[in-house]
């Protein structure tokens, strides 16, 4: 049986569609950005990204079944991103896909942004070991997951203030760079030494797994100020290359820990983030290291992108599990409350 997936995503500021068929090939991604429209605010601002959705959906859609030669006809099942992420533009492609799947009287499938995220992962490999550890880290989230199997996620971790990638937009901000910053701190560290700067790493005293990045934003913008860096200083690439350190080093330092108390076979990285170049690098040595098998999806389905909505959608169809057709389904902006993991309960 011919089965098509129409992927939806509009968590945040990116408006994207896909189709994914019942092998799991990407017959279109269209991934339309916002960043022009956000970057003379120096961040996303959430009225505006609602309303360029709103404006978009529509030809992304059209562009993304153009793509793939098909029809509405031809979809089997739709999936929308439900949450977490902005709440208006949630609603956009959560009540675009709803409307569809209501005219065609075909499935609907709530898909969670951050279980999306470490589904990217196996889109260009189907073949990942479990069980596994996934380090999801985009603009506003950073978590670790432990997945025993297909479908089945423990959130082990999140960050309790800033994620990675906001730390990293944050601080290129404030040294009045392009927006985002992600990728700008990453094209610009390569010229700088990360051993310049000296950043106390954050841990966590009560032996959780969380992440926290304001203390080290805070301490970059004290060195900004005490150093007074900025882009003509002598030293401002080995600021930025530091700084990029630092972030990646508290990234795998807790996911070394988690590595000791849930001994996974494979290890993903994931997320925005997870396109920076050094961030690659020094992950799969650590995984070699510990003679773990790494995974991360390619640059572009790092970034938010429909294939992996329709990707997790496809494989929740493939459950077996009885999908219902819920017109109900909500939107939600927030992950959903967790108790802190500790190591006494494991
Ligand atoms: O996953 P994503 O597209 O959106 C969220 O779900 O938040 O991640 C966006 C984040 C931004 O903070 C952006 O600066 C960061 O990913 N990013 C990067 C790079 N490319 C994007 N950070 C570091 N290096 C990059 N090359
Ligand atoms: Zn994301």
Not at 13 to 20: F, G, H, Q, R, Y
Not at 273 to 291: C, D, G, P
Request: aromatic fraction near 10%; charge should be positive.
């Amino acid at each position: 049986m011919v089965v098509n997936v129409l992927g939806i995503e509009t968590s945040c500021d990116e408006t994207s569609a896909s189709v994914l068929n019942s092998d799991f090939d990407i017959l279109s991604n269209v991934v339309l950005s916002q960043d022009e429209i956000h970057a003379p605010y120096g961040g996303v601002v959430p009225e505006l990204a609602s309303r360029q959705h709103l404006t978009s959906i529509g030809y992304v859609v059209q562009e993304c079944l153009k793509r793939a030669q098909l029809k509405l006809e031809e979809i089997s099942a739709y999936a929308a991103t439900q949450g977490p992420g902005l709440i208006g533009s949630l609603l956009v492609g959560l009540s675009f896909a709803k409307g569809l799947a209501y005219y065609f009287e075909k499935p609907l499938i709530g898909i969670d942004h951050l279980e999306a995220h470490i589904e990217s992962a196996f889109l260009e490999t189907r073949d990942i070991a479990f069980p596994l550890l996934a380090l999801v880290v985009s603009g506003g989230h950073t978590s670790t997951f432990f997945m025993k199997k297909k479908l089945d996620y423990e959130l082990i971790g999140k960050t309790r203030d800033d994620a990675a990638g906001e730390a990293l937009d944050k601080i290129a901000k404030f040294l009045d760079l392009d927006y985002p910053g992600g990728p700008v701190i990453d094209r610009l560290a390569e010229k700088g030494n990360p051993r310049k700067f000296f950043f106390a790493l954050p841990h966590m005293t009560d032996g959780s797994l969380d992440f926290s990045f304001s203390g080290l934003k805070t301490a970059a913008l004290k060195l900004i100020k005490e150093h007074k860096i900025s882009k003509s200083h002598p030293r401002f690439f080995d600021f930025l290359a530091s700084f990029e350190m630092a972030v990646i080093q508290t990234l795998l330092r807790n996911l070394a820990q988690a590595i000791k108390l849930f001994k996974p076979k494979s290890l993903i990285l994931c997320g925005g983030v997870a396109r920076n170049k050094k961030l690659r690098q020094h992950f799969t040595e650590f995984a070699q290291k510990r003679s773990l098998s790494s995974f991360m999806p390619s640059p572009v389905f790092c970034t938010d992108n429909a294939a992996m909505v329709a990707a997790l959608g496809l494989e929740k169809l493939k459950s077996g599990k009885k999908l219902f057709f819920p017109l109900d389904l909500n939107a939600y902006p927030r992950l959903p409350s967790f108790q802190p993991f500790s190591k006494q309960k494991k």
